[in-house]
């Protein structure tokens, strides 16, 4: 968790596609929480996380209250794309799931969040079409990193598996 905030505050906060898209990563960790864990904690999980960013940056609570709305859905949305079969405790990962449906699982993620947050932080609907750029970039941005995590943890556990079957 420290190392994805501390990426999102101290990097992805100072990157500003076209001057206002700027990716938001904190749903990631609400992405890869396991399945079947509480919804109390996942709720409180989620409304940490916001709650330290909002402090960090100065967001007024939008990222508290997107946190938290997306880990009330986290379950619902890895229900919709998950295997039938996946276990009861499964983390959601490109290996566990799949590749197909965990990134449209990211993808969707990732869009939600994007478009709580940017249409909190507008607030209106006057300058609609700069919300609509800042939630479309930013979501593409935030999902090639997810996607990127993704492949070097994948490349980390097959080298760590290797290793094991060697020995």
């Known amino acids: 968790m420290a190392l994805i905030l501390g990426v999102q505050l101290l990097l992805l906060n100072h990157i500003h596609l076209f001057g206002y898209a700027t990716p938001v990563v904190l749903a990631y960790l609400t992405l ?3 399945r079947g864990t509480s919804r109390v904690a996942m709720l409180l999980w989620g409304f940490c996380i916001g709650l330290l960013y909002d402090m960090a ?3 007024m609570g939008m990222a508290m209250a997107t946190c938290t709305l997306l880990a009330m859905l986290q379950p619902v949305l890895l229900k919709l794309f998950a295997p039938a079969d996946a276990p009861e ?3 959601p990962t490109m290996r566990s799931m799949g590749a ?4 449209l699982y990211a993808l969707f993620t990732m869009l939600l969040f994007h478009i ?4 909190l932080d507008a ?3 006057s300058n609609w079409p700069v919300t609509l750029m800042a939630i479309g970039c930013s979501t593409v941005m935030a999902f090639l990193f997810v996607v990127i995590v ?3 943890t994948n490349s ?12």
Request: aromatic share 12%; charged share 30%.
């Open 116 to 119: 709580v947050f940017y249409a």
């Open 100 to 103: 197909r449906p965990y990134l």
């Open 150 to 152: 993704q492949l070097l």
């Open 123 to 125: 607030f209106t609907l």
């Open 89 to 91: 405790d499964m983390r």
């Open 156 to 167: 980390i556990e097959t080298s760590r598996e290797q290793k094991h079957s060697r020995k």
């Open 57 to 59: 940056s100065n967001t």
């Open 32 to 34: 890869t929480m396991r």
